[in-house]
């Protein structure tokens, strides 16, 4: 046997592991990762969303970014 086997049948997508290939925790990570994706194609964000996402990282480096270079610059001795 491979390590998988996809088949489908109609609407039903059948994936088989050999379990001498894949340790439990690493597959159940593997099938929540697929749910988060199942659920974010079922959100509509629309296309600004990532747009969005830029505004809000470049604003909050605009107010964040005099502190943290602060403590860059503390932390490797220099003024």
């Known amino acids: 046997m491979e ?4 088949n489908r049948t109609g609407d ?3 994936v088989t592991l050999d379990a001498r290939h894949f340790k439990e925790d690493a597959v159940a990570r593997l099938l929540n990762r697929l749910y988060i994706e ?8 629309g296309e600004d969303i990532e747009t969005l996402g830029e505004e809000i990282k470049r ?6 970014k005099a502190r943290i270079l602060a403590k860059i610059h503390e932390k490797n001795g220099n003024p």
């Open 59 to 64: 604003d909050w480096w605009q107010q964040n």
């Open 12 to 14: 039903k997508i059948q």
């Open 38 to 45: 199942y659920l974010a194609q079922r959100v509509n964000l």
């Open 3 to 6: 390590a998988f086997t996809v």
